[in-house]
């Protein structure tokens, strides 16, 4: 159900709709494609793609309950369903109609009750999400029951009552969860993940409560799990999945409880813990792959049980690859979790859960980046190795043989891998670490030379394709009012008045996506001399133009006080006055002797220096100063879309309307707009692009005003004519309605006609009156 043409997704005013927002959040387990606006054409599709989703939750919640009858009717002759395949049954159950619930709760018509209904749903999925990870315990310990004792091995009893005690705290908790949610205060916390904070401390206690009580009757099942014996009651070493499942349900459930410690102490307490909350809320996503990890090291155990009748074990370096996922694993939590220490604030985690670094110096950030790359390799490598064993496992191979991670030369072997992954991950990085590079250049630079704030959310350089990808660019709003004045010589001259701008939205400009491609060949064979952008392409596009007045000649719109900050800088020139016939014999004159003057200064300026060298040496460090050059070819911007709210017009008020931009290519920028200066500033080339595209937009919108204008006079007249027109029309029927009063009252003997009666239809039934 989650394959869907993006392309027919609709345009909104600020540029395509995203997808990942239009068709739900994080918590969601079913996209929400219902909602979804299509493109002209493509509304068609609508139905097709909303069956194709029903039918396949139907699949998926039909095999779940055919799995449950099976499980509960099966002949199994003596052999009753066992405990830990009950609680099982039970959490599944709970599980699955909490994210039903929610999808139901989307689709629902927003009123006030469903909104309720859906906070209800959103904290019940936030307490079911520990349903998998307490199930898999259970069937590791009932697996290893019947491994130790066959064929009707059982765990000790007071385990089983563990088994009913989390159980039963999970259906309590998410009942307080449902209370919570329906009447308490909807939070968005880091991450999408939501809490919900109500006025009574009731609910907050039984669900906390709960919660701790479940996680603390997980400890009886660990140690009992160690403590069984075999059919001849010898103690028996846990199998490497047992242990590798256990090492990642003390993480897991150790994040968990960190959690549920610091909400307990938010809602009960009333005290705020704001870095707490966050950081423990990204290390419990950092350990997202946790369930679906154990499942498969169980999966990959019961198939070598399966075919050695019950004797064998994983391979060996199948079973290492196990170790190598709880390393990544448990490396990422301890990044989330230790990350504050250094930085004063949680650790920011990615769309897939992994930990995000935006660390400062660069050496650090290098360092970190390389940790995360090691722990994501080793991540992912070992799950796909562990996938590679089920398939090419077989009786002869399935024994505990074979293991890299022992010996001497294995050591080696091993040291060497970790060297081997550690260079990749150091080539990733420096992908990594340019691309933050570029972003901290971006975001330190912004107030200094476009004097607003620029918020970019991703940055990396694709190493082999050589191209930097800039994801969601921001430029935010001036914040202060600035009078800008122009001297006599030309230069403008900005004086802050310390009153605070208001603007409708947050925002000038954003860019969804920006490529640059780079000449890999140019920079290598220039030693990193010369710095040749090949490309530089803009897509989804929405530049926002406000205006607090209606008078042009007034420069406050907020692309204004960008432009005049960019040329009160001196990084761009001053715009260039025609003057008029009267003046230009005047403005002759003045040329003449300025430019007379002018020599004169340079000649003695000349001198001057001349002198100057003459009793100096320059500095020898000098020589050896390194700018790179940096050269840019063409850049195109593409679907771009543009709002433009103007306040105070006379009659209209604000004027609102979104202007058709349409692509801006510059072929050769560096000939169209630098006319081929290689030696200019960084800080110029950006001011230079920044200004050339703001005057595109600047005027589009301004030749497409005067249309908005009379358009906006126009349908305001023709509703003032209409409001005119009713007025007329009441003001003749409230006539009407007094001359009928008056005529009843000068004969009070007739019946009292009604309006309908008294209203003429003819001239001769009028003049009748009068006569008589």
């Given at each position: ?8 997704i609709?345009?909104?005013p ?9 068709t739900g ?8 494609l219902?909602k979804i606006?299509?493109k002209d ?5 609508k139905?097709?793609?909303y ?5 396949s ?6 095999g779940?309950f ?6 509960a009717?099966f ?10 395949v009950?609680c099982?049954?039970l959490?599944t ?32 999925t936030?307490?079911v999400?520990?349903?998998p990870?307490?199930a898999?315990?259970?069937?590791v310990?009932?697996?290893?029951a ?7 091995g ?8 563990c ?6 705290m ?11 949610g329906?009447?308490g ?6 991450y ?5 904070h109500?006025?009574?401390?009731g ?7 709960c ?7 997980l400890?009886?099942?660990?140690l009992?799990?160690?403590f069984m014996k075999?059919?001849h009651?010898q103690d028996a070493?846990?199998?490497t999945?047992f ?21 307990f102490i938010?809602?009960i307490?009333k005290?705020?813990?704001?870095l707490?909350?966050?950081t423990f ?15 498969l090291?169980?999966?990959?155990r019961m ?8 004797q064998?074990?994983?391979p060996?370096?199948a079973?290492d ?11 990422q ?7 504050p ?8 985690v ?9 660390l400062?110096p660069?050496i ?22 562990i ?5 090419l496992?077989?009786?002869?191979t ?7 991670m022992?010996?001497?030369?294995a050591?080696?072997?091993?040291l060497a891998g970790?060297?081997?992954?550690f260079?990749?991950?150091?080539l990733?990085?420096s ?19 476009l ?15 050589g191209?930097?990808a800039?994801k ?7 914040e ?5 004045e122009r ?6 001259v900005?004086t ?5 701008l208001?603007?409708q939205?947050?925002?000038?400009l954003?860019?969804k996506a920006?490529?640059v ?6 920079l290598?064979t220039?030693?990193g001399?010369?710095?040749?952008l090949?490309n530089?392409s803009?897509t ?7 205006k607090p ?12 006080y960008l432009?005049n900050?960019i040329?009160?800088l ?10 008029t016939?009267d ?14 003057k002018q020599?004169e200064e340079?000649?003695a300026?000349?001198a001057?220096?001349?002198a ?5 040496a ?8 390194f700018?790179?050059?940096v ?6 911007f593409?679907d ?7 306040k105070?017009?006379p ?7 979104h ?10 920028i560096?000939r ?5 200066q290689?030696d200019?500033?960084p800080?110029?080339v950006?001011?230079?692009i920044v200004?050339?595209v ?8 301004v030749?497409?005003?005067p249309?908005?204008?009379a ?7 023709k509703?003032a004519?209409?409001?005119g027109m009713?007025?007329m029309?009441k ?14 009252l000068?004969?009070p ?5 009604s309006?309908a ?15 008589k």
């Open positions: 159900a989650a394959v869907f043409p993006a392309s027919a609709a345009l909104t600020e540029g395509p709709e995203d997808f990942d927002i239009a959040e994080p918590n969601d387990a079913h996209p929400v219902n606006k299509y054409g493509h509304s068609a599709m139905p097709i793609f069956l194709g989703q029903v039918l939750m139907t699949a998926i919640y039909g779940v055919g799995v449950l009858t099976c499980i009717t002949p199994a002759q003596t052999t009753q369903v066992s405990p830990a009950k099982t049954c959490l159950v709970l599980y699955f109609i909490s994210y039903l619930l929610l999808w139901v709760c989307r689709e629902v018509p927003g009123d006030e009750s469903s909104r309720k209904m859906l906070q209800a749903a959103l904290s019940l936030a307490v999400r520990k349903a990870m307490f898999v315990l259970f069937l310990s009932r697996m290893r019947l491994e130790l004792d066959p064929p009707y059982m765990p000790p009893r007071w385990m089983q009552l088994f009913y005690t989390i159980t039963g999970m259906y309590i908790e998410s009942i307080a969860a449902v209370l919570v329906y009447t205060r909807q939070v968005k916390a880091y999408g993940v939501y809490v919900f109500c006025e009574g401390t609910a907050h206690m039984i669900q906390h409560v919660a701790i009580i479940s996680y603390c009757a400890i009886p099942i660990a009992g799990a160690g075999d059919q009651g070493p846990l199998s999945t242990r590798v499942t256990l090492n990642l349900e003390y993480v897991y459930f150790g994040i968990a409880l960190g959690q549920s410690t610091v909400f938010q809602d307490l005290c705020e813990m704001k707490l909350q966050d809320v990204a290390a419990g996503i950092s350990v997202s792959f946790a369930p679906l990890i154990c499942i090291c169980v999966a990959t198939r070598a049980l399966q075919i050695t009748q019950q064998g074990d994983p060996g370096w079973q690859c196990m170790i190598i996922c709880v390393f990544g694993t448990c490396v939590a301890v990044c989330c979790l230790v990350m220490i250094f930085v004063g604030s949680a650790s920011k990615d769309d897939e859960g992994n930990p995000d670094y935006d400062r660069m650090m950030a290098y360092s970190v980046t390389c940790v995360k790359y090691v722990a994501l390799m080793c991540l992912h490598g070992g799950i796909f190795a996938c590679t064993a089920v398939f496992m077989t009786p002869e399935a024994h505990s043989g074979g293991r890299f022992q010996g001497g030369k050591l080696f072997r091993a970790v060297l081997v992954i260079l990749l991950a150091m990733f990085s992908a990594k670490v340019i691309g933050m590079a570029v972003k901290l250049a971006i975001e330190s630079c912004d107030r200094i030379f004097g607003v704030d620029i918020t970019i959310k991703h940055a990396a350089l694709g190493v082999c394709k191209y930097v800039i969601d660019l921001v430029v935010h709003q001036p202060e009012e600035i009078i800008y001297k006599e010589d030309g230069t403008l900005g802050p008045t310390g009153n605070k208001e603007w939205e947050d925002y000038i954003r860019i920006v490529i491609k780079i000449n890999l060949g140019r290598i220039t030693l001399k010369e710095f040749e090949e530089l803009f989804g596009i929405h530049a926002n133009v406000e007045s209606s008078n042009l000649k007034v420069q406050d719109s907020n692309i204004d432009l900050h040329e009160c001196g990084l761009a020139p001053p715009p260039e006055e025609e003057p016939d003046e230009a014999s005047a403005k002759k004159k003045v040329e003449e002797e300025e430019a007379r020599e340079e000649a300026k000349k001057k220096e001349e100057k060298k003459a009793a100096e320059p500095p020898p460090a000098d020589d050896n100063v700018i790179p050059k050269i840019i070819r063409k850049i195109a593409g771009i879309g543009c709002g433009v709210s103007i105070q017009v009659v209209i008020g604000t004027l609102s309307f202007p058709r931009i349409g692509k801006l290519v510059f072929p050769d560096q169209d707009v630098f006319d081929n290689e200019l500033a800080a110029e950006v001011a230079c200004k050339a703001a005057k595109k937009i600047s005027t589009v919108v030749s497409d005003l249309k908005q204008l358009k906006n006079t126009s349908e305001i007249a509703k004519a209409s409001k009713e007025g029309k003001m003749g029927q409230s006539l009407q309605s007094a001359c009928c009063g008056d005529k009843t000068a004969s003997q007739a019946a009292t006609p309006c009666d008294a209203e003429p239809s003819s001239p001769s039934a009028v003049a009748a009156p009068e006569v």
